[in-house]
């Protein structure tokens, strides 16, 4: 009887902290969404020639082209410039989506795992972990580019 005591007394401590941590989540929210929703990263060619911004998701809202970017340079050496930029560019987005997110990001580690308040049950980080691997920007630039797209 003491040890179901004992277990009804850990698993209340686990569900009240869990809801303490969504509820402190629910207050961060807003404002996270206000600031993805602004949100704005510029990055640059390696030559400076091409410029591209992109909202807090890496998605390309401008792009600007130095004015001796057209002039005696080969179509394949622009289009690298372009690629570098909207690299660059969806790195920076990336660093700053994480900047953001980070208040929920910490509320989130510090929550119980499904598998403390269910024995035996999978556990939610390993999987957010290997998802979150699986999206990496190096991931999917790797199997970009071990399958390029012919656009000749």
């Known amino acids: 009887m003491e040890d179901l005591t004992a277990t ?3 698993l209340k401590r686990l569900v009240n902290s869990l809801l303490d941590g969504l509820d402190a989540q629910s207050a961060d929210i807003p404002d ?3 600031r993805l929703s602004k949100s704005q990263c510029s990055g640059y060619s390696e030559d400076k020639l091409v410029e591209i911004t992109v909202d807090a ?3 390309v809202i401008d ?7 057209l002039q005696s340079r080969s179509r394949e050496h622009l289009a690298q410039s372009i690629t570098q ?3 660059a560019a969806a790195a920076a987005a990336e660093q700053q989506r994480t900047e953001i997110i980070s208040p929920l990001t910490a509320t989130v580690e510090g929550l119980p795992d499904l598998s403390d308040l269910f ?3 999978p556990s939610l980080r390993e999987i957010r972990g290997i998802i979150g691997m699986a999206t990496t920007p190096e991931t999917i630039r790797r ?3 071990s399958h390029p797209a012919d656009l000749r």
């Not at 792009?63 to 970017?69: E, I, M, P």
């Open 32 to 34: 996270i969404c206000e």
């Open 85 to 87: 930029a909207a690299r």
């Open 8 to 10: 009804n007394s850990e």
């Open 119 to 121: 024995p035996g049950a």
């Open 63 to 69: 792009t600007k082209l130095a004015a001796q970017a």
């Open 143 to 145: 199997d970009h580019d």
């Open 57 to 59: 998701y890496g998605v």
